[in-house]
């Protein structure tokens, strides 16, 4: 059997597949098809339904992040397998074929996950306060045979300001080599250089067109079909946006959500708060303690220009997202729209994170942090200049480039509701047209994957 390769090329559409010349040959020598998503359609969620084969309801990963009702907080972005539920693709491939060998080069969930080899993005947390970038690996010795080989992990070109196409050669390269040195049976291998851009300008403008472009070449290392069978999927399309929805303040302005303050910066306070959201792209999950303020909190979100749809627990079943996990009410924004997760109400007063790269201290989302702050980008380039110094002389420092307002209108791309169109929404692609169907569903995934790995056709 030829190894399978399955790259998750995020935002990828039959737009952009356009012109990326490359992808398009392995398409023609085997098949696209339109891909279906989940809801919310964002990363966490949507990898873990192709894993299992199961919708959020299941497997429980309602988004990127929520709050932990059992702790009282708000978390995005763990990296723990054992949140997923379900039967994961790989406990199902090694029931049929037992000694199954799996390399998840940075798909989400990954640590703790009982495949062969894992690398996904871990900084180092020094003592002092100090982060320098990283990865994680397992087994360990494979982190020192990929930094001698390519360098340590370029983590601050994966997210932020600096995002761009050298995280994705470096997890190329990465992946290419775990192929041909050790030959895992399936390489799953997430590809993320198409976020940023399209979220930065929006999927309409030049600057997609020569993300996608850029990319074809960088992912060419994984497509030689002779040496395995490539899949190649995406989790969502991203869409153009203008409009910001302040949801929290919203709650706030009524009443609901509650702040506690320290150093003069104001902090969320989900102990207190009567109802609160988690932003995540174009979906949050609205919190309610009490069960009686429930409609008036519909009726405050329902109100909200950007808002277009309110879902309750129907709505939520409907969509699979019927979870503990879920909040009481899930919010879907217009298309053009999307939600900050922004609960003060003068700048002044925000936490010191709020204008800092910190997806793990933030109660929600910030794609701000992709722009050096739009309000003043000269002066956030200086004080960006002014923290690599101090780094360089191994002394704190605070990358405070991100804006707050100015940054959120600054965003032009956003993903997280249904696709409204084919062109616009996630595709599968895979190099044997032995496995051709006319459209695959997101809990279809997991099943083809196993049949592709194992080399039976279906009806074999």
């Not at 217009?334 to 609960?343: I, K, L, V």
């Not at 599968?428 to 790995?453: K, M, N, P, Q």
């Amino acid at each position: 059997m030829k190894p399978v390769v399955v790259l998750d090329v995020v935002g990828l559409t039959p737009r952009l597949l356009a012109h990326m010349p490359r992808l398009r040959a392995v398409a023609d020598k085997g098949f696209q098809a339109p891909l279906g998503t989940v809801l919310p359609a964002v990363t966490c969620s949507a990898q873990s339904t192709f894993l299992t084969g199961a919708l959020p309801t299941e497997h429980g990963i309602v988004g990127n992040g929520w709050y932990f009702r059992d702790l009282g907080e708000v978390f995005l972005w763990r990296q723990h397998n054992g949140l997923v539920g379900g039967e994961k693709l790989w406990h199902a491939a090694r029931k049929r074929q037992p000694g199954f060998t799996v390399s998840n080069v940075c798909w989400w969930y990954a640590m703790g996950a009982d495949v062969n080899f894992t690398v996904t993005p871990r900084p180092v947390y020094h003592a002092d306060g100090r982060k320098d970038p990283d990865c994680y690996t397992d087994p360990p010795s494979l982190h020192d045979e990929l930094e001698a080989k390519f360098g340590t992990f370029p983590l601050f070109s994966y997210w932020g300001a600096g995002a761009g196409i050298a995280s994705s050669e470096w997890i190329v390269a990465a992946a290419k080599h775990i192929l041909d040195t050790h030959r895992p049976d399936l390489n799953l291998v997430y590809v993320p250089h198409l976020d940023y851009d399209l979220q930065r300008y929006g999927p309409s403008g030049p600057e997609a067109i020569a993300a996608a472009v850029e990319l074809d070449a960088v992912l060419e290392p994984l497509l030689d079909t002779e040496a395995a069978t490539v899949v190649v999927l995406s989790e969502y399309g991203i869409t153009d946006v203008s409009r910001p929805v302040d949801v929290n303040r919203a709650l706030r302005a009524e009443g609901l959500l509650r702040v506690h303050t320290q150093a003069g910066m104001e902090y969320l306070d989900p102990w207190t708060s009567r109802a609160f959201a988690v932003a995540d792209h174009q979906v949050a999950h609205v919190y309610v303690r009490d069960p009686a303020d429930l409609p008036a909190v519909e009726k405050i979100c329902g109100a909200l220009p950007g808002v277009a749809e309110v879902l309750g627990e129907e709505g939520k079943r409907e969509h699979g997202l019927d979870h503990d996990r879920a909040g009481d009410l899930v919010l879907v924004a217009e298309p053009d729209s999307w939600f900050t997760y922004y609960y003060w109400l003068d700048d002044a007063r925000a936490p010191d994170f709020a204008r800092l790269v910190e997806i793990h201290r933030k109660p929600g989302y910030d794609p701000a942090e992709l722009f050096f702050d739009p309000a003043n980008p000269g002066a956030a380039k200086a004080r960006a200049g002014k923290a690599l110094l101090r780094k360089k002389m191994g002394m704190r420092y605070l990358m405070n480039v991100v804006g707050l307002d100015a940054g959120a209108r600054a965003v032009k791309g956003s993903h997280g509701r249904l696709p409204s169109t084919v062109d616009d929404a996630p595709v599968f692609i895979c190099s044997d047209a032995g496995y051709a169907r006319e459209r695959i569903e997101a809990t279809e995934v997991r099943d083809l994957l196993l049949d592709i790995s194992l080399d039976a056709p279906e009806g074999q």
